[in-house]
């Protein structure tokens, strides 16, 4: 059974500081790596992908990845009271199309 | 612009009674999903389909059927054997094959069993 796994919070975390969402994938083979982002009431949007080692980084927002140790991250810089939602890691592995979904982090960013 | 379009935003359904929730997509993708979502839950998967005239049932198929007689439609019909059918639920598309492509979601209906 592949898995994806997240912390499911809340995770507070001060405005202006560094939000640091983590989550570990089971399947070796994993190829591309998603984090989306959801607000309350509304359907998720795509706000990272990253296929290599390494960072990436598009704005505020960077993603790490470690196939190694078989986890990715996202980091928010600067964070934001617009920021507070919740946050779902999604991975695909290299035999089909298909994600498979982390529960989600919720982030609160507080004033 | 290219989107995926849920209809109706809201539902409302009876005890008893088959609903049918609507999703349509533009973007030419192959792959199409419906989702469900409860409250402070992540997503799971009730059925998805890669080609046309083709589909297969996720975790949670129990109490649902879709069909995809056309690349862009993939509705979902909630029927009367769903007992607990109150949830928020999404449909998403993707593209297929070779490379990294991630879903896009379309913006939601949320049904609520009166």
């Known amino acids: 059974q592949k898995e994806v796994e997240q912390n499911s919070g809340p995770l507070s975390v001060p405005e202006g500081a560094i939000a640091s969402l983590n989550c570990t994938y089971s399947d070796r083979g994993s190829q591309s790596f998603f984090w989306y982002r959801q607000y309350s009431g509304k359907s998720p949007e795509l706000i990272m992908s990253i296929y290599s080692n390494g960072d990436k980084e598009d704005g505020r927002f960077t993603a790490q990845l470690n196939k190694a140790s078989q986890y990715v991250s996202l980091l928010i810089r600067d964070s934001q009271p617009s920021d507070s939602a919740t946050y779902l890691c999604a991975v695909k592995g290299d035999s089909n199309y298909q994600l498979i979904w982390g529960a989600g982090t919720k982030l609160i960013i507080k004033p | 612009d290219g989107g995926i379009t849920q209809s109706p935003k809201y539902l409302f359904r009876k005890e008893g009674q088959n609903v049918t929730l609507s999703c349509e997509q533009n973007?030419?993708?192959?792959?199409m999903y419906w989702y469900r979502q409860d409250p402070g839950q992540g997503l799971r998967l009730i059925y998805y389909s890669q080609i046309v005239n083709d589909f297969q049932k996720g975790d949670i198929a129990e109490g649902y059927s879709v069909s995809r007689e056309k690349k862009e439609s993939f509705p979902l019909t909630v029927t009367s054997a769903q007992k607990n059918p109150t949830a928020f639920y999404l449909c998403?598309?993707?593209?297929?094959?070779?490379?990294?492509?991630?879903?896009?979601f379309g913006s939601g209906t949320r049904l609520t069993v009166v």
């Open positions: 998403a598309s993707s593209m297929t094959g070779q490379g990294t492509y991630g879903y896009t």
């Open positions: 973007l030419n993708h192959d792959a």
